[in-house]
């Protein structure tokens, strides 16, 4: 069965300073890698996605993520942090065609 | 293109009554997805369609929870009767599963308050 899990609930940085959260997943074939985020109060926004080809996929908002097979891992990075960017993160995974299995979130949280 | 639209927003009733959610997904978009998010339980998936059919409704948490998608640019969501465990955000996603591009969309969400 696929499953994801995000090891951090709560990560707090400073404004300026780089970002790493991190993705771990379970999935019986090639997946389908997805983050996404959500601000106080609003729906889910896709920032970016994982379906094939390079392993570095660059997304909105200056994020980027790495897909590594041999870690089935997919960790969300930005190399400097705004203010705006404290949100709840989500990772998900799934197939074509198939349902999407949404990890429980990192909180992240921004000092001025 | 508008988005994922849900009505209401915001919804509060007292226990026992009927409630219904609503969901237009985006146009051409051929599967839609229910989900319901609390503080303890994170986000989880009730049912999903495809082409306006029932794929897995694994996630509904009870008989009290039913779903419906009468044709492709509409759903509900209905819980009836319902009870104040109910309370939480319910979002609606949508999705074109065809060449690959399956990221799902998802919906401003419903507010559910049941007192």
């Known amino acids: 069965a696929q499953s994801v899990t995000q090891p951090d609930i709560h990560i707090t940085v400073s404004e300026g300073a780089s970002l790493e959260l991190r993705c771990n997943y379970s999935?019986?074939?090639?997946?389908?890698l997805f983050w996404y985020v959500q601000s106080p109060g609003q729906g889910l926004q896709l920032l970016l996605k994982?379906?094939?080809?390079?392993?570095l996929v660059q997304g909105i908002k200056g994020f980027e993520a790495e897909f590594k097979r041999s870690q089935s891992s997919f960790n969300l990075r930005k190399p400097s942090v705004h203010w705006s960017d404290a949100a709840e993160y989500f990772c998900?995974?799934?197939?074509?065609?198939?349902?999407?299995?949404f990890g429980p979130g990192t909180r992240l949280s921004v000092l001025p | 293109d508008a988005g994922v639209i849900q009505s209401p927003r915001h919804e509060v009733t007292e226990m026992g009554q009927e409630v219904t959610l609503r969901c237009k997904p985006i146009s051409g978009h051929n599967s839609l997805f229910w989900y319901r998010q609390t503080m303890m339980r994170g986000l989880e998936l009730l049912i999903y369609f495809n082409n306006n059919v029932p794929i897995d409704d694994s996630g509904m948490p009870e008989d009290r929870f039913s779903a419906k998608m009468p044709n492709a640019s509409f759903s509900t969501l209905k819980i009836q009767p319902s009870e104040p465990r109910d309370s939480a955000v319910y979002f609606c996603?949508?999705?074109?599963?065809?060449?690959?591009?399956?990221?799902?969309?998802f919906g401003p969400g419903t507010r559910l308050t049941v007192l």
């Open positions: 999935y019986g074939a090639t997946p389908y």
């Open positions: 996603a949508s999705i074109l599963l065809a060449g690959g591009h399956n990221e799902q969309f």
């Open positions: 998900a995974v799934g197939g074509r065609g198939q349902n999407f299995v």
């Open positions: 994982y379906f094939s080809g390079d392993t």
